[in-house]
């Protein structure tokens, strides 16, 4: 594992590393001590982290404050560079102050996941947390803590004095008349817990006003607190399918266009509520909001994302995100904030592609509790719908700077080619399966130092140094594992498409073309064959009917001594989120797998299944 002293440098290998064990165990703060893996991902997202942020750490090493949070809770301060890096400043926070806080908010939210800082936007604080606890929860767990405290309780009056962190002091005073005074109590510490970071609009997932479970209420929210707690909060309530509509995602052979949740379902009874100021303000984004009900999974994604960031901008005060624990919807929602602003270029400014990638699976999902082998094993796909997703957010759109109204709208031509859900592989025997063109001689020429993805008709490309992931890790036949090849040996498509695209996609053949045959160097790709929407393999084609082609003559070529078409050029946040989605999904694939059926199903599960047989690499099936 790369050292302290590398900056935090990520590795291919380090990738695999961290999938691999994200998805066989379901982290638990009380295992870091005596778990070297966990100690390494712990300290690389904090090498991350001090890249760009002067950061101050509250200890959690003992699960104490919450025993599926990150052994070090991370309160980033302030952005730092080069020349300021080194500067010696006091912490902004006085932590002993914010870690009293904390223990004394935590009860408040379901499962004691209180709000916690994990982003910072100009200034401002994205916080993340799970929804409030039922007066039942929170007289539950305030017994057992009253218990192993030595019976300390909470005193609603304690101050809130801190260094010079500015507070509002109109929080809400509880009714001495209330039938739930310790719930009173508990949140009002929530919600000085809130004002302390500057939270002012709260943005709740849950479909649900509250959460029933055999009958019981054992969860609330902001939006149907009776005695108005949170008046002085924006809040915004955007339903958003659970983790269990994410199997229909998977079933639906991982194409998310068209999939529309069923809200007349009898626990769904919680509706889209957002502010008409905010209605009004907003109306630049152009979304019509009764229309809600009708959107499919990518549209809705798409217009909550547009909201969220025209809040952060917009607003004054930070932002909270919560939906019911906090550890499915939520990570979804957050890690999409944080690679949209860092391909905008807007927060993380010096990490790569590579890190961005490691830091959010770590930070965001894994250390913060999301049971991703529970999710496989019941089809839940919500994580691979998280990085997939990108390819439908990579336009200028949804960039924050479109939010602000600073960029024109780039136009689309009807003309560009569309590709569902498709992924792409080069695969060649005894050489690099590099992207190749025909020359002005009308020989085949070989990029080599570059991998590329190519999203709606626009090459990116993304420069890889020399570090193989799996250095020298060959299957008996010889061949290194498609999915276990350097990035740098790999041409990976993927676009945002519509579901009516029936476009058929061009695969490499091990049997040779004319043109192979008569090539004395012996270095071709192979032919082409095509691959259905459904996944499965037509007969023998040429290159010339495969709608984009990589690694032979465009389709447009009128012979030998045409010029390729020049690529289009792609802005640097289309290039970002597309090089994060290639490395993600090259790395799914090889560790977690993709199914759907018994025999590799259809669409791109098939595909990437018949794909890696093929080389003599059958991806991991354990998602069923």
Same mark, same amino acid.
């Given at each position: 594992?790369?050292?302290?002293?590398?900056?935090?440098?990520?590795?291919?290998?380090?990738?695999?590393?961290?999938?691999?064990?994200?998805?066989?165990?379901?982290?638990?703060?009380?295992?870091?001590?005596? +778990?070297?893996?966990?100690?390494?991902?712990?300290?690389?997202?904090?090498?991350?982290?001090?890249?760009?942020?002067?950061?101050?750490?509250?200890?959690?090493?003992?699960?104490?404050?919450?025993?599926? *949070?990150?052994?070090?809770?991370?309160?980033?301060? *302030?952005? @730092?560079?080069?020349?300021?890096?080194?500067?010696?400043?006091?912490?902004?926070?006085?932590?002993?102050?914010?870690?009293?806080?904390?223990?004394?908010?935590?009860?408040?939210?379901?499962?004691?996941?209180?709000?916690?800082? @994990?982003?910072? *936007?100009?200034?401002?604080?994205?916080?993340?947390?799970?929804?409030?606890?039922?007066?039942?929860?929170?007289?539950?767990?305030?017994?057992?803590?009253?218990?192993?405290?030595?019976?300390?309780?909470?005193?609603?009056?304690?101050?809130?004095?801190? +260094?010079?962190?500015?507070?509002?002091?109109?929080?809400?005073?509880?009714?001495?008349?209330?039938?739930?005074?310790?719930?009173?109590?508990?949140?009002?510490?929530?919600?000085?817990?809130?004002?302390?970071? +500057?939270?002012?609009?709260?943005?709740?997932?849950?479909?649900?006003?509250?959460?029933?479970?055999?009958?019981?209420?054992?969860?609330?929210?902001?939006?149907?607190?009776?005695?108005?707690?949170?008046?002085?909060?924006?809040?915004?309530?955007?339903?958003?399918?659970?983790?269990?509509?994410?199997?229909?995602?998977?079933?639906?052979?991982?194409?998310?266009?068209?999939?529309?949740?069923?809200?007349?379902?009898?626990?769904?009874?919680?509706?889209?509520?957002?502010?008409?100021?905010?209605?009004?303000?907003?109306?630049?984004?152009?979304?019509?909001?009764?229309?809600?009900?009708?959107?499919?999974?990518?549209?809705?994604?798409?217009?909550?994302?547009?909201?969220?960031?025209?809040?952060?901008?917009?607003?004054?005060?930070?932002?909270?995100?919560?939906?019911?624990?906090?550890?499915?919807? #939520?990570?979804?929602?957050?890690?999409?904030?944080?690679?949209?602003?860092?391909?905008?270029?807007?927060?993380?400014?010096?990490?790569?592609?590579?890190?961005?990638?490691?830091? #959010?699976?770590?930070?965001?999902?894994?250390? %913060?509790?999301?049971?991703?082998?529970?999710?496989?094993?019941?089809?839940?796909?919500?994580?691979?719908?998280?990085?997939?997703?990108?390819?439908?957010?990579?336009?200028?759109?949804?960039?924050?700077?479109?939010?602000?109204?600073?960029?024109?709208?780039?136009?689309?031509?009807?003309?560009?080619?569309? %590709?569902?859900?498709?992924?792409?592989?080069? @695969?060649?025997?005894?050489?690099?399966?590099?992207?190749?063109?025909?020359?002005?001689?009308?020989?085949?020429?070989?990029?080599?130092?570059?991998?590329?993805?190519?999203?709606?008709? #626009?090459?990116?490309?993304?420069?890889?140094?020399?570090?193989?992931?799996?250095?020298?890790?060959?299957?008996?036949?010889?061949?290194?594992?498609?999915?276990?090849?350097?990035?740098?040996?790999?041409?990976?498509?993927?676009?945002?498409?519509?579901?009516?695209?029936?476009?058929?996609?061009?695969?490499?053949?091990?049997?040779?073309?004319?043109?192979?045959?008569?090539?004395?160097?012996?270095?071709?790709?192979?032919?082409?064959?095509?691959?259905?929407?459904?996944?499965?393999?037509?007969? %023998?084609?040429?290159?010339?009917?495969?709608?984009?082609?990589?690694?032979?003559?465009?389709?447009?070529?009128?012979?030998?001594?045409?010029?390729?078409?020049?690529?289009?050029?792609?802005?640097?946040?289309?290039?970002?989120?597309?090089?994060?989605?290639?490395?993600?999904?090259?790395?799914?694939?090889?560790?977690?797998?993709?199914? +759907?059926?018994?025999?590799?199903?259809?669409?791109?599960?098939?595909?990437?299944?018949?794909?890696?047989?093929?080389?003599? %690499?059958?991806?991991?099936?354990?998602?069923?």
């Amino acid at each position: 594992m790369a050292s302290r002293e590398d900056g935090g440098k990520i590795r291919y290998e380090e990738i695999h590393s961290l999938l691999d064990l994200f998805s066989k165990n379901t982290f638990k703060t009380k295992d870091t001590q005596g +778990n070297s893996r966990l100690k390494v991902i712990h300290r690389k997202c904090l090498d991350l982290f001090a890249k760009d942020y002067k950061y101050a750490t509250i200890d959690n090493s003992g699960g104490e404050l919450c025993g599926h *949070y990150p052994a070090k809770l991370v309160l980033l301060e *302030y952005e @730092v560079d080069d020349a300021t890096r080194s500067t010696k400043v006091g912490s902004l926070y006085d932590l002993g102050w914010m870690h009293d806080l904390f223990t004394k908010a935590r009860l408040a939210r379901c499962r004691s996941r209180f709000v916690v800082p @994990v982003m910072l *936007y100009e200034g401002k604080h994205i916080c993340r947390s799970a929804t409030l606890a039922s007066g039942a929860e929170v007289y539950g767990r305030s017994g057992l803590d009253f218990l192993f405290s030595g019976g300390e309780s909470i005193r609603p009056e304690d101050g809130m004095v801190s +260094n010079g962190m500015s507070r509002d002091q109109t929080v809400y005073v509880p009714n001495g008349n209330s039938e739930w005074q310790l719930v009173d109590s508990i949140r009002m510490q929530d919600i000085r817990l809130l004002k302390a970071l +500057n939270i002012g609009t709260i943005v709740d997932l849950m479909v649900e006003n509250k959460k029933v479970k055999f009958g019981m209420q054992v969860t609330s929210s902001e939006k149907v607190d009776k005695e108005h707690r949170y008046a002085d909060f924006t809040l915004i309530s955007v339903p958003y399918p659970g983790c269990e509509f994410f199997k229909d995602y998977r079933d639906n052979d991982y194409v998310a266009e068209g999939l529309v949740f069923e809200w007349n379902q009898g626990y769904v009874d919680a509706d889209l509520q957002v502010p008409q100021s905010l209605i009004e303000k907003s109306r630049c984004l152009g979304i019509d909001w009764d229309r809600y009900r009708s959107w499919d999974l990518i549209k809705l994604t798409q217009n909550y994302l547009r909201l969220m960031l025209y809040c952060l901008h917009h607003g004054d005060s930070g932002l909270l995100v919560h939906c019911i624990s906090g550890w499915d919807r #939520t990570p979804l929602l957050t890690s999409l904030l944080r690679m949209s602003l860092w391909a905008d270029g807007k927060m993380h400014k010096s990490l790569s592609a590579l890190e961005m990638l490691y830091l #959010t699976i770590a930070y965001d999902w894994h250390l %913060f509790g999301h049971n991703l082998q529970d999710r496989l094993g019941k089809g839940e796909e919500i994580f691979f719908f998280c990085f997939n997703f990108l390819k439908h957010i990579a336009g200028d759109e949804f960039s924050i700077d479109r939010v602000k109204g600073e960029t024109n709208r780039p136009k689309r031509s009807d003309s560009e080619p569309q %590709f569902d859900d498709t992924v792409l592989i080069g @695969v060649e025997d005894g050489s690099s399966p590099a992207r190749r063109h025909r020359d002005s001689s009308g020989s085949m020429s070989s990029i080599s130092s570059m991998s590329s993805c190519v999203l709606d008709g #626009t090459t990116v490309p993304f420069v890889v140094g020399d570090d193989s992931p799996f250095p020298g890790e060959r299957h008996p036949n010889g061949n290194v594992p498609i999915m276990m090849q350097p990035i740098a040996q790999r041409a990976v498509l993927g676009s945002a498409a519509s579901s009516a695209c029936s476009s058929p996609m061009a695969v490499p053949s091990k049997k040779p073309t004319p043109v192979e045959a008569g090539s004395k160097s012996g270095s071709s790709i192979g032919s082409w064959q095509m691959v259905t929407e459904s996944g499965s393999i037509r007969g %023998f084609t040429t290159s010339r009917d495969s709608p984009v082609l990589v690694g032979s003559e465009s389709s447009g070529s009128s012979g030998p001594g045409s010029s390729p078409p020049e690529p289009k050029e792609a802005s640097m946040r289309k290039m970002r989120l597309e090089e994060v989605r290639c490395i993600f999904l090259a790395h799914y694939s090889a560790v977690v797998g993709m199914r +759907n059926g018994p025999e590799y199903g259809g669409g791109l599960s098939g595909f990437m299944g018949q794909l890696a047989s093929k080389v003599g %690499f059958r991806a991991r099936s354990n998602i069923v």
